[in-house]
């Protein structure tokens, strides 16, 4: 089975600053992909950033990054010049390739900016 | 293009009530997926659906099922509700084949049993 762990129920940042989100995984797969998606108060959940596990590369997307520690299972995402924005709940995400497209989330982040 | 949809927004239900939540996919999206999420929790697989067919299935009571119609469109059903099953449940859609691992979601119906 493969769970998912965020364990930073709540964080806070500067508007500006940098802050980083952590995520901790456990699979015993090897194909699998990793997401960070946000939730602002709309409700509506929206890609952040995603990295496929067979990638050593970590993936950006503009002031967003991950670092993927393979080994360690850990997955963390760095927002860099935080927005206000940028407020919302964040969810790390595990996807399996094996049997497609059932995801497992951690239990949240909720991230706000302060002015 | 049009995003996923989700009706309704809002539910009020009381128990032993059932329930239908509805989505419509991102066009040409053929897989739906059903999610509920709950406080403390995160969200939690419900089942998947491909091509009218259920492809994947999560660990929630026969109580919880799901159907696909041709046009891809897809309903969620609750019988006999109890007060653990309020929640926000969301729908995502998604493509197949390449890019098929990226999921988009719809607002979700926010689902209260009274």
């Known amino acids: 089975a493969q769970t998912v762990t965020q364990s930073q129920p709540e964080m806070s940042v500067q508007e500006a600053e940098t802050v980083t989100l952590s995520c901790t995984y456990d699979?015993?797969?090897?194909?699998?992909?990793l997401f960070w998606y946000k939730q602002p108060p709309s409700r509506q959940m929206i890609l952040v950033i995603r990295q496929e596990a067979y990638k050593q590369q970590n993936a950006t997307e503009n002031r967003f990054s991950v670092n993927f520690q393979k080994a360690a299972k850990s997955f963390s995402l760095k927002i860099s010049d935080s927005q206000l924005g940028d407020t919302a709940m964040y969810f790390c995400?595990?996807?399996?390739?094996?049997?497609?497209?059932?995801?497992?989330f951690g239990t949240g982040t909720s991230l706000t900016v302060i002015p | 293009k049009a995003g996923v949809t989700q009706t309704p927004r809002y539910l009020i239900k009381t128990r032993g009530q059932q329930v239908t939540l509805s989505c419509s996919p991102i066009?040409?999206?053929?897989?739906v997926s059903w999610y509920q999420q709950t406080p403390g929790q995160g969200l939690q697989f419900l089942f998947e659906?491909?091509?009218?067919?259920?492809?994947n299935k999560g660990n929630f009571p026969g109580r919880f099922s799901g159907r696909q119609f041709s046009n891809s469109r897809s309903e969620m059903n609750v019988s006999t509700l109890e007060l653990g099953d309020s929640a926000l449940y969301l729908c995502a859609s998604s493509l197949e084949g390449p890019g098929g691992e990226k999921l988009f979601f719809g607002s979700g119906t926010q689902l209260s049993v009274l």
């Open positions: 066009s040409g999206h053929r897989s």
């Open positions: 659906y491909f091509s009218e067919t259920q492809r």
């Open positions: 699979t015993s797969e090897s194909n699998y992909y």
């Open positions: 995400a595990f996807m399996n390739l094996r049997t497609g497209n059932q995801f497992y």
